[in-house]
């Protein structure tokens, strides 16, 4: 029970990550909110939070800016505080660098980057107020190098470990500390709703997501690195873990490993790697 009646707050916790999370942190006695755009959605995943002696629905689009605003005022009146925020609500990518439209590159960076950092900032003055608070912000592979077919997803990932590395300096006296999950191959729809260049979803399941780990493994590994406050959380496979290593050590012989992967994916819709 380590976060026995701690305060969490989860958003895009209607489905995947964000599901398996709200169980994992119910089973251990945290108060929970749920957020998504589906009302119905978060019911049911509050029906199944066992153990969570308070489950309070916010739903709000993350878009929203008077949504995110009356959101934070409902928790703060519930709930007086948030212990830990978990940032997950987020949409991914499927298309070329070439095929992407503007409009589409900003609509990504627009939920995957602005939204969360809006968000933090309407929350960052309470927490400093208490000097203590936790953000746990859902990042990915594509956090760590890029990938085909994730251009501005990727660069959104990278901008929120830039974001939140430095805020996780500069609060440090105020005790408030910033985790990054660094994810892949974990068992979600974010296949399903990620844009092609036009913005339209691509529309199935991809193999990475499908055969890869459960959401229900992957909440407890994320839970056991929050509860030791680890600045990233990895969520990797063996082989996707050798590709972050190379990046950091050896990024000339990624890149064109990279690039063969790109060409014998040519075929195959180009799926790419990661989330």
């Not at 009646?5 to 895009?12: E, K, M, N, S």
């Not at 890869?212 to 590994?221: K, N």
Request: aromatic share 8%; hydrophobic share 45%; with cysteine.
């Amino acid at each position: 029970m380590r976060f026995k009646d701690q305060v969490v707050w989860i958003t895009g916790a209607s489905s995947g990550i964000g599901e398996g999370l709200a169980y994992g942190f119910a089973r251990e006695g945290a108060k929970l909110v749920l957020s998504a755009r589906r009302l119905a959605e978060l019911e049911r995943v509050k029906a199944a939070c066992q153990g969570a002696p308070d489950v309070l629905l916010v739903p709000f689009d993350m878009l929203d800016d008077a949504g995110r605003q009356n959101a934070v005022k409902t928790v703060l009146a519930h709930y007086g505080h948030v212990d830990i925020m978990v940032q997950n609500a987020g949409v991914s990518q499927r298309a070329l660098a070439k095929d992407t439209t503007l409009v589409v590159d900003r609509a990504i960076m627009e939920l995957d980057y602005f939204s969360v950092i809006a968000l933090t900032k309407l929350l960052l003055p309470h927490m400093i107020e208490r000097k203590a608070g936790h953000f746990v912000v859902t990042s990915s592979v594509a956090g760590k190098f890029g990938t085909p077919m994730r251009s501005a997803y990727s660069a959104a990932k990278h901008a929120l470990h830039g974001y939140f590395d430095t805020l996780a300096v500069e609060c440090s006296p105020y005790n408030i500390c910033a985790s990054l999950l660094v994810i892949a191959g974990v068992q979600s729809n974010v296949s399903v709703h990620a844009l092609k260049g036009d913005g339209s979803t691509w529309g199935k399941m991809d193999e990475t997501q499908s055969a890869g780990m459960s959401a229900a493994d992957c909440a407890r590994i994320i839970l056991n690195g929050v509860a030791a406050k680890k600045r990233e959380i990895n969520v990797l496979d063996r082989g996707t873990r050798r590709f972050i290593f190379l990046k950091r050590f050896f990024p000339g012989i990624l890149h064109r490993m990279m690039v063969k992967k790109t060409l014998e994916r040519f075929q195959k819709g180009l799926a790419g790697l990661g989330r």
